[in-house]
């Protein structure tokens, strides 16, 4: 019987962080706990990737990517007739994500990296970028712009991620009695309405007449 190869040691490297993320933030990560688990050199991370940040940035793109495909399932378990109701999964998929790995979230997503310090984690972001995009198009009336798509995306995605780092650090004040999950799934519902509303006033605006020169 042929004996399973072994992932390449990258994968090794990223995989061992990520479980160590699970426990600790970022910062108190050590490089040094992680090839002594892997089995090689505390030199072979900075060797491999190139530097300690590019190691960071390429943790967090595995992460990420994890995140997205999560997403993409939850996207695709709601029927495409339904568009809202894929974009309220998208929400909460994202939810899930900064509630079950908030330290990869804020590698991902904090000042420790930037998306070009890895081409992992530049991947990532696009492809999660792409999933708000293309869930937030199919909510959109007929004739929307791209122009305004791209917005609407931006705003989905600011909206998630603000009610959820306010929750994150308690600055929600408890007056509000509703939970994060309740807020962004509110939200995400009055944007939508608003998308069909503005829709419906400009499809039954009557045309502009000409300017008489």
């Not at 990223?14 to 040094?32: C, G, K, Q």
């Not at 509630?99 to 999660?128: C, F, T, W």
């Amino acid at each position: 019987m042929t004996p399973t190869a072994e992932p390449p040691l990258g994968e090794r490297l990223t995989a061992v962080a990520l479980r160590m993320l699970e426990t600790s933030p970022a910062e108190e990560l050590s490089v040094r706990s992680v090839a002594r688990e892997v089995g090689v050199s505390h030199q072979a991370p900075y060797v491999h990737f190139g530097g300690r940040q590019r190691f960071l940035a390429a943790v967090a793109g595995a992460g990420m990517r994890v995140a997205a495909e999560r997403a993409r399932q939850a996207i695709e378990a709601v029927p495409a007739s339904n568009p809202l109701g894929r974009l309220q999964a998208l929400g909460a998929a994202y939810l899930a994500f900064v509630r079950e790995s908030p330290h990869v979230h804020d590698l991902a997503n904090g000042p420790m990296v930037h998306k070009g310090d890895h081409p992992h984690l530049q991947a990532a972001a696009i492809e999660y970028w792409n999933l708000v995009h293309d869930t937030v198009a199919a909510c959109q009336p007929g004739g929307t712009s791209e122009a305004d798509v791209l917005r609407r995306a931006a705003q989905v995605w600011g909206s998630a991620y603000g009610i959820s780092r306010l929750g994150a650090f308690s600055q929600i004040p408890g007056t509000v009695a509703a939970t994060t999950d309740e807020l962004v799934s509110e939200t995400i519902d009055a944007l939508y309405a608003g998308w069909r509303a503005a829709g419906q006033s400009k499809a039954g605006r009557p045309p502009r007449r000409p300017k008489r020169k």
